[in-house]
């Protein structure tokens, strides 16, 4: 599988997303976590701590590749229309980061808008550092989302603070001592389950479609 993660917008959690996901995926299979962000952002994140994953920049993506089940790809915001396309197509699944408020969600329009203008289907949203309740940024959010018709992932990734203290670690956030690490943890465990069972299905559909063909 390889998973890509894109926006138009800066510091809507793309890394933090593309990191985490890796580190579920690797637990199941081996995952490579290619960082393809100039600022060579999750290979400075690797550095700092002693990671269960391979990180490798995009230049040398290709050599590694071949030997890993899953494959992670963290991107550099505000990609180019053109650099959309590509990377839509060279993935099974786009995952599109965006904080619950107005700008980002402005931003995730346009995104969407150049998705949809490409003909590409293979996207989800994923709602990131959703504030706590009573704050309601989250559900607003969701809403117009779901009022939009866009496909976004039930799980959504809180607002914790244990997510800048496992980064200066350059670890994950289940390997680090936090008091919201645990929790912090579970949300993108949840979003690794939604993509894993929704691949299952994928493949188990394609492969009953294959079957009534015959
Ligand atoms: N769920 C969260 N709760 C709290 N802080 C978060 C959360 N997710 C990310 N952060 C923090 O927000 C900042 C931006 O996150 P991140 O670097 O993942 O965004 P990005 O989209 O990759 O940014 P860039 O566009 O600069 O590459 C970081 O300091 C990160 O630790
Ligand atoms: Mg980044």
Redesign the pocket.
């Known amino acids: 599988m390889i998973i890509t993660v894109a ?1 138009f917008k ?8 593309a990191f985490h996901i890796a580190a579920y995926l690797n637990e199941q299979a081996k995952t490579l976590l290619i960082d393809g ?1 100039p ?1 060579r ?1 999750v290979l400075g994140w690797a550095a700092r701590g002693e990671l269960p994953f391979k990180v490798v920049d995009e230049r040398s993506a290709a050599m590694h590749a071949r030997q890993y089940d899953h494959i992670v790809i963290d991107t ?2 505000r990609p180019e229309y053109e650099d959309l396309k590509a990377l839509a197509d060279g993935c099974d699944l786009l995952i599109l ?1 965006t904080t619950p408020d107005a700008l980002a969600l402005d931003a995730l329009k346009l995104t969407v808008d150049a998705l949809k203008k490409l003909g590409t289907a293979k996207f989800k949203i994923l709602l ?2 959703v504030p706590p309740r009573p704050e309601k940024d989250g559900e607003e959010a969701r809403e117009a989302l779901a009022e939009a018709g866009l496909p976004v992932f039930k799980a959504e ?5 244990a ?2 203290k496992a ?1 200066l670690s350059g670890l994950p956030v289940h390997k680090i001592k936090a008091s919201n690490a645990k929790e912090a943890w579970e949300d993108y465990k949840a979003v690794g389950k939604e993509i894993v069972d929704e691949q299952v299905q994928f493949a188990t559909a394609s492969k009953a479609g294959a079957i009534a063909h015959i």
Request: hydrophobic share 25%; aromatic share 8%; net charge positive.
């Open positions: 926006s800066g510091g809507v959690g793309k890394t933090t997303t962000d600022n952002s550099e915001a980061p990131t550092v990734i809180r607002r914790f603070s997510y800048k980064a």
